[in-house]
């Protein structure tokens, strides 16, 4: 596995969330910077060094609602 994808999103009650693709790996942190540190511990703990990805992708999901 060359990359593996993760989708972070703002959590309802605060903080973020970040969830991978393909995978059963899901974490969570109090910020968004502290996030990236989060995701890369998930990684370590979910694959064996031979698998490891060589890179961690992060997409960010922002909603917004707006008054019509």
Request: proline share 3%.
């Amino acid at each position: 596995m060359n990359e593996i994808i993760f989708v972070i999103e703002d959590a309802p009650e605060g903080g973020v969330t970040a969830r991978a693709l393909g995978q059963s790996i899901f974490t969570e942190a109090d910020s968004a910077a502290e996030i990236k540190e989060k995701v890369r511990e998930a990684v370590r703990c979910h694959f064996d060094e031979a698998e490891m990805p060589k890179v961690i992708r992060l997409h960010h999901l922002k909603e917004e609602v707006i008054a019509a």
